[in-house]
């Protein structure tokens, strides 16, 4: 038997206990998944949303008070005293988040926010004033003082944006339907109001149609794009342009709660692929003052969409910058071509780039910018994803950028990774020289996950890395040399996650292999794959809180190993897109290939005991590789899993496989319903019934394929969850009875308790 440790491995010195199984306030003992559901995953009491005003002055930040509080406040850091405020504390105000707008309620589910309290807040250009919503109600407080001020609006506020002047805030919220004579004229209208005046919102739109929405982001924006947000301000404050959405087209699906039948089931509209998409249109509004009150006036559509023979259906972003026309990135439904339009004060378009790929365009976060006459976009040329100006490439191969974080006159920001696609760096490049590739200066050199955000003189630094647990937020304060923290308050895990980072294969896939704590290598283990697996996400990175539950179930006896497959980001284009056609066959052979190659690597693998957990795409590679390859995995376990490519969304399913007219063979390739028959191992289905993302019919219709073939399998449903499990009982349970299927199927002996 060979020793389960390469000889090059360094095991991490992590500077807390290994384990520690009691809460030091109690005499209570505490194990992992109680700890893991009771701190919504370690996220309460852990700083977020940072940002610093423009004189570098003070660093704003939203956290809950510690590990045991759920509720997120605003905090000030003053970088001339190093003193941290409480700025604003919703306890204080009284404020809960139980009856939240549905418009909140979506925006929460599509960026799977668990948080409560203060999720969100926008800051205007000086940094002196920000406006959040809590409970639905509307407020804005001055950043140096703390002083706060109740804003009167009309009910159910949802996603309070503050002009850049600090003058006005337009909001979605509940209104009357505009000509309306039913009963129930309530729809979602967008309201603007005048700190300065009489106090009093104004109406800027709504529509009698309670299916036309207008300042809010459509499901495929929010859920596939990263695009939560429906209308702009200009940078003077004078202009809005308004999104308004009409779900019409979009076919209408009802989600039922089962363990309620005297409710109505309710309806959403899903844009399942080869559907239709919500139609959107941008109208812009010119925004004044006169005698204290608001005057609005609509002055033109914007049509983004372009011709009909050749049609733009995604609109991907808005961005509107000082001292330029505002930028519109528009994408086609097959998403192989992406514009950059700017848009005239005659509402005219103006082309400014056009982005091309025979496979698929990529939306790149930051992207794209100004730096000030020149477009930089993050586009996939060759063999890496580089950072562009006004077409001109600047980065070079084996440096893939991830986002641009900011600019500053000549000097770019960046995050990329370099040779290793386990971390994400910071990155500064030069723009104020003519060779190509530009010169740039790696800012991080720790393996790990970093971000910035910077202000002034004043520079936050974001690390996740893997010797350390939770968030470290360091601010540098240039002026005066000070170097500042922001703590993190979370839980300090009971367990240490310790990864064991290796290349695997002929393919050198990035995986992490997790073994029990304190494990000689001297005992053969059954073994517990533990992907997600998908394209567009990783789940092999060099941080230490997103490996915990694989590391927990390790302790309980198991070798997991972690494997990001064919699909994922940062490590070039052409890896990325070798899962085009087929989300079935690259992604199950690059967790076999992995499996083999970290049994000739550690040795102590038992390969006759494999199993395989997943959530969402990893849920579906989990079903996928139970009935493909019972010869190597021998039980599984689908967490809300895609089943029929057919029934999940246009946008992401599209990229991927084409649409089901164009493309059935693909649709085909990967589906579970059509493998039923093949499924000879135990598998357990788990699925929220309240899911809108991937819907509970995906395990229900694979369920009936199963039982109609003869198959036996389990089914758990959970009553009233979506897709992001918020609940604790859920959380926690999960994993309890998670672990109880796969001792049932995997161990040789009962655990002794």
Not at 701 to 714: D, E, F, T, V, Y
């Amino acid at each position: 038997m060979r020793h389960c440790r390469p000889a090059s491995y360094d095991p991490p010195s992590i500077g807390f206990a290994l384990v520690a199984n009691a809460d030091p306030s109690s005499n209570i003992m505490i194990d992992f998944p109680h700890q893991y559901a009771q701190t919504r995953r370690f996220t309460m009491g852990a700083p977020r949303n940072v940002r610093v005003t423009p004189d570098g002055a003070t660093v704003l930040f939203l956290r809950s008070t510690g590990p045991d509080d759920p509720v997120l406040a605003l905090w000030a850091l003053r970088t001339a005293t190093s003193e941290t405020v409480l700025l604003v504390d919703p306890q204080y105000l009284g404020a809960t988040n139980g009856d939240l707008p549905p418009a909140e309620q979506a925006r929460r589910e599509r960026a799977r926010e668990g948080g409560s309290g203060i999720v969100a807040y926008s800051l205007d250009d000086a940094g002196t004033s920000a406006a959040f919503t809590l409970g639905g109600d509307l407020y804005v407080v001055e950043t140096a003082t703390g002083a706060l001020t109740p804003i009167a609006a009309s009910g159910g506020v949802f996603d309070p944006v503050i002009d850049p002047t600090g003058r006005y805030v337009a909001y979605v919220a509940d209104s009357t339907a505009a000509d309306s004579t039913a009963a129930d004229s309530t729809v979602s209208g967008l309201f603007v109001v005048d700190r300065t005046g009489d106090g009093e919102p104004v109406l800027i739109a709504n529509d009698a149609n309670p299916l036309v929405s207008w300042g809010r982001a459509e499901f495929i924006a929010g859920e596939e794009m990263s695009r939560t947000r429906g209308f702009w301000w200009s940078p003077d404050g004078a202009e809005l342009i308004a999104q308004r959405t009409d779900e019409t087209p979009v076919p209408v699906w009802w989600i039922a709660d089962p363990a309620h039948p005297d409710r109505q089931p309710r309806p959403i509209r899903y844009p399942s692929a080869g559907s239709s998409n919500a139609e959107v249109r941008l109208e812009r509004f010119a925004i004044n003052s006169a005698n204290g009150s608001i005057v609005v006036e609509r002055t033109g559509t914007i049509d983004w969409t372009g011709s009909a023979s050749a049609p733009f259906e995604y609109l991907a972003n808005v961005k509107w910058s000082k001292g330029h026309d505002p930028l519109i990135v528009r994408q086609t439904r097959d998403q192989r071509t992406v514009e950059v339009v700017s848009v005239t004060p005659a509402n005219e378009l103006v082309v400014r780039r056009i982005i091309e790929d025979p496979v698929w365009v990529e939306l790149i976060p930051g992207s794209p910018t100004w730096a000030g006459t020149r477009l930089l976009t993050v586009e996939d040329l060759g063999a890496a994803r580089r950072l562009v100006v006004d077409g001109v490439a600047l980065t070079a191969d084996g440096l893939h950028v991830r986002s641009i974080v900011q600019v500053d006159g000549d000097l770019v920001t960046i995050t990329a990774s370099l040779d290793d696609p386990t971390s994400v760096h910071l990155l500064d490049v030069h723009l104020d020289n003519s060779a190509e590739p530009a010169r740039f200066e790696v800012k991080t050199t720790e393996p790990g996950v970093y971000s910035s955000v910077s202000g002034g003189q004043t520079t936050v630094r974001i690390a996740q890395r893997v010797r350390h647990r939770g968030v470290e937020i360091t601010v540098e304060v240039a002026e005066t040399g000070d170097l500042l923290t922001i703590d993190d308050l979370s839980a300090e895990p009971v367990i240490t996650a310790q990864p064991r980072f290796f290349a695997a294969g002929k393919r050198a896939l990035r995986s992490a292999l997790f073994l029990p704590s304190g494990h000689d290598g001297t005992e053969s283990l059954p073994v517990l794959l533990d992907p997600y697996g998908g394209p567009h996400a990783q789940r092999v990175t060099q941080t230490h809180n997103a490996h915990l539950v694989s590391q927990w179930f390790a302790d309980q006896g198991y070798a997991v190993l972690v494997t990001d497959g064919r699909g994922t980001p940062g490590r070039g284009p052409g890896f990325e897109r070798e899962v085009w056609g087929d989300l079935a066959t690259p992604v199950l052979n690059d967790q076999i290939d992995a499996l083999d190659a970290a049994a000739e690597t550690f040795g102590c693998l038992d390969l006759d005991r494999v199993g395989i957990r997943g959530w969402s795409f990893g849920g579906y590679l989990a079903g996928l590789a139970a009935m493909r390859r019972p010869d190597r995995i021998h039980a599984a376990i689908a967490g809300a899993p895609v089943t029929d490519w057919c029934l999940y969304d246009t946008h992401y399913t599209e990229r991927y496989l084409g649409t089901p007219a164009d493309h059935p063979d693909h649709y085909a390739r990967c589906s579970l319903l059509t493998d039923a028959h093949l499924l000879t191992r135990p598998l357990l289905l788990i699925h929220g019934l309240a899911d809108d993302n991937v819907v509970a019919a995906h395990t229900l219709q694979l369920s009936g394929a199963l039982l109609a073939a003869g198959r036996p399998h389990q089914v758990l449903p959970l009553s009233g969850v979506t897709h992001m499990t918020p609940q604790e009982v859920v959380a926690e349970n999960l994993l309890r009875l998670q672990l109880e299927f796969l001792d049932a199927h995997l161990r040789l002996s009962p655990r002794t308790i």
